[in-house]
């Protein structure tokens, strides 16, 4: 069965750096691409980025490129969405999920992360 | 760039039909597949629909897709709804220059 399992809920200050898990089993993780879509509170879901774990070729939405880095750990199939400097407006739900492809759908998801933000 | 637009909420009785829209704005429907997406309150989303038309394993055959490139838009259809149907529906397709886009999201309400 495949799964991904994301690390839990993390409350940080402004400025502060963060980085959250999605560990991954039951497929080859190298050969298939893991997203990153963001939901915001009372909000929809908006794709953040997503990154070939063979290569680690990594496509970002421009909204988020230069704040957050996407990243694999192929040793441990485990995928990382980071922060170096969090803004309160980084308050969300994180979810990964695996795509066949690039311009594949997303299945299945992790069971997400919150991120809360607040001095 | 594209965008996806959803109306905000529908709503259905039991047992009825009911229809979620998607339109694509900037490119064409047609020229990359859309994906639907279900999330249910304090849930992760699930995939619905794929391809556009193809249902995965497990959801039921009361779920399905189509596009109509005269419109523009995709739909997703939901016949004989029952209360679990209640959730958010997200569409969402792709582009080469913006990649990934999901829809707003529809509130799907049975009542």
């Known amino acids: 069965e495949v799964q991904l399992v994301q690390s839990g809920t993390e409350v940080k200050q402004p400025g502060e750096s963060l980085r959250i898990s999605c560990k991954t089993s039951?497929?080859?993780?190298?050969?298939?691409?893991i997203a990153w879509v963001r939901q915001m509170p009372g909000k929809g879901l908006e794709w953040m980025g997503i990154?070939?774990?063979?290569?680690?070729?990594?496509k970002y939405n421009p909204s988020v490129l230069g704040h957050v880095t996407i990243s694999v750990d192929k040793s441990i199939s485990t995928a990382y969405l980071q922060w170096t400097s969090l803004k309160a407006s980084d308050t969300a739900m994180y979810f990964c999920?695996?795509?066949?492809?690039?311009?594949?759908?997303?299945?299945?998801w992790g069971q997400g992360t919150q991120v809360t933000v607040s001095s | 760039n594209f965008m996806l637009t959803q109306p905000h909420s529908v709503s259905g009785s039991p047992g009825k039909t009911i229809t979620i829209s998607c339109t694509r704005s900037g490119g064409s429907i047609a020229s990359n597949y859309v994906q639907w997406y279900q999330q249910r309150p304090g849930s992760s989303p699930t995939n619905v629909i794929f391809e556009d038309t193809r249902r995965p394993s497990g959801v039921p055959d009361r779920f399905s897709g189509s596009i109509d490139s005269s419109s523009n838009s995709a739909s997703l259809t939901i016949s004989g709804l029952k209360t679990e149907d209640e959730a958010d529906y997200y569409c969402?397709?792709?582009?080469?220059?913006?990649?990934?886009?999901f829809g707003g999201g529809t509130r799907l309400t049975v009542l």
């Open positions: 969402q397709s792709y582009d080469s220059t913006t990649f990934w886009v």
């Open positions: 990154i070939y774990p063979d290569d680690s070729i990594i």
């Open positions: 999920a695996k795509a066949d492809g690039i311009r594949s759908w997303l299945d299945p």
């Open positions: 039951g497929y080859n993780f190298k050969t298939y691409w």
